[in-house]
């Protein structure tokens, strides 16, 4: 049978023997490289040849794939953005109690974004707010590049028309004055430890978006910068400083091998514990699971859900001194390369648990099956959020409670009497 179909340029040799070894471990597949189809993991170019118009294409029901066709409206920057600010306008016109604002007209629950605008298309909506605040900073990023390339961060005006002179005439930023960038507010007060900006790697499993079915992968990482923190103006060209990804920190004087500058999520849960306590800590991973779970549900009316498809999505978030965190972006194919021992253990694991998740018991694939796993089979996933579930719950769509307040890691108790439990959100 033929669970990832389609021939694949492999990004990695260390990717490429990771999949094929948990393959041959089922005893699902001899891999021929000759055969005209193999059991490979997909790119995000191969899935749109596979579900094209042009070429045809129809799967069987024994073939499942790692990517839904248009996941980029989640993935590409500029998208993830535009489906989150309509998915606040619906709730608006819904009348519901997630898109209440405050007295300054900011979200209340669903300000979890930074201020962001595509360029050139709003340039004069960017310079609009830039004037409010000339002091801040921005940093700018092509929508469909990954690993920290083409980013660069801005003060000025002045920088933005250099960038948009430079980038017709010379490789500056890119090689098309066409493409499209997106401009967010810069998060100038990340949460520091031992001085150093990081973010969270979170995997994020999704099974079927209508109804929509996720899971939380629980070993997570943070990723540091190998150079100390500073807002100083005269830093905003060292990327050691500002970006986390590993592909730019990895060429840094002070980057260590052994351990990669990554923390595990439950090592961070642990100092933020002794560090500020637990209730609170309990109240930011709770609202980070929040924000996944709204991003979601901004992406579901929009995606195309095939039923073949599944897919694991890398979540990037930044989490502020006010220990606010920020979705940054997500990733379609988040890196499967291994920087450390510790990293090979994670990402391996994280492919078993992903395919026991997608064909239980190592079984034949059926498309049709109704993707609901026993518990026994998920591994280090936990279930993050079933809308059918929380249907048959007689629930209501959304709970009124402030999220991380009334709700633990699963969503299953109230942290104060009087509060509501958010039923929908297992």
Known sequence: FRIMAGKVKWVTDIEKSVLINNFEKRGWIQVAENEDWNFYWMSVQTIRNVFSVEAGYRLSDDQIVNHFPNHYELTRKDLMVKNIKRYRK???????????????????????????????????????????????????????????????????????????RDSKTSSFVSQSSKEAYVISLYINNPLLIGGKKFDLRLYVLVSTYRPLRCYMYKLGFCRFCTVKYTPSTSELDNMFVHLTNVAIQKHGDDYNHIHGGKWTVSNLRLYLESTRGKEV???????????????????????????????????DIIIDDKLKPWLIEVNASPSLTSSTANDRILKYNLINDTLNIAVPNGEIPDCKWNKSPPKEVLGNYEVLYDEEMAQSDGAEREPRARPGQAMGGKGSRAREPGKPVLTTWK
């Open 90 to 164: 619906e709730l608006e016109k819904e009348g519901s109690p997630l898109a209440e604002k405050d007295e300054n007209g900011k979200y209340i629950y669903l300000d979890f974004v930074p201020v962001t605008f595509m360029l050139p298309a709003d340039y004069n909506l960017f310079v609009e707010e830039f004037r409010k605040n000339p002091s801040s900073t921005w940093i700018m990023k092509p929508c469909g590049k990954a690993q920290g390339k083409g980013i660069f961060l801005i003060n000025k005006l002045s920088q933005i028309k250099k960038w948009s």
């Open 281 to 315: 800590t309990n109240k930011l991973f709770d609202e980070i699971h929040w924000i996944i779970v709204q991003s979601l549900k901004a992406v579901a009316p929009v995606m195309n859900n095939d039923k073949h498809c599944f897919e694991c999505y890398g979540y």
